[in-house]
């Protein structure tokens, strides 16, 4: 009975554990967007395409959570409260922190991601990590989540090949999209993609029309 109780008690410190002092940050939607979005990185991507010349993306997570800081938080569902994330970039992958509300419970959930083009040159999106304070639960958070999103989807007209519901395929089944984007009438494809301290570094070439 007494190793019962301290095998409970150790994995209700793992799972209310907390990786970093992130705050329950409740922020309104900023009615104007990012001028990292609007002044940096959609100029740059639209400017880059146009030229129709190989040509890298830089992005970096100061400019992503600008980004985010302006999306309005928290994000209310039936069971949960996701106040607003961070984001971060290090050399080997891309790192999501966000304090969840569940039944007044403050859990930090973090979840750590591996972009990368393969052999074939399809986007492939590995999740590395998935945990519950020190808990890592990504095979069962993955179950959970892509039973939702098939639920969801089964529920509504999306098109299946958009690019947010490739994404969301990359994320939960592993399959890799060929990653194409069309800017007035010209394409490019994502070549190679790098993470490094600070910034995701995105590698573009021109296709023909």
Same mark, same amino acid.
């Given at each position: ?32 967007? @990012? ?41 209310? @569902? ?132």
């Amino acid at each position: 009975m007494c190793s019962s109780l301290t095998f409970f008690a150790i994995i209700l410190l793992l799972l209310l554990y907390k990786p970093k002092a992130l705050e329950l940050k409740v922020v309104g939607k900023d009615k104007e967007l @990012s001028p990292y979005l609007t002044h940096d990185l959609s100029p740059a991507f639209y400017n880059g395409v146009q030229k129709q010349a190989p040509f890298v993306l830089s992005i970096t997570h100061e400019g992503i959570n600008d980004i985010i800081r302006r999306m309005g938080w928290p994000i209310v @569902s039936e069971d949960a409260k996701i106040y607003m994330p961070e984001v971060e970039f290090t050399e080997k992958r891309i790192i999501i922190s966000a304090p969840v509300v569940v039944k007044k419970v403050e859990l930090i959930v973090t979840i750590g991601l591996r972009p990368s083009i393969d052999e074939t040159g399809l986007l492939n999106i590995e999740v590395s990590t998935f945990k519950i304070g020190a808990i890592n639960i990504a095979v069962f958070a993955k179950a959970i989540a892509e039973k939702m999103f098939n639920d969801q989807m089964a529920g509504s007209n999306v098109d299946g090949d958009e690019l947010g519901a490739k994404i969301t395929s990359a994320l939960l089944d592993g399959k890799g999209f060929d990653p194409v984007f069309e800017v007035k009438g010209k394409k490019v494809r994502a070549e190679k993609i790098e993470t490094a301290a600070g910034q995701v570094n995105i590698k573009f070439v021109p296709l023909e029309n």
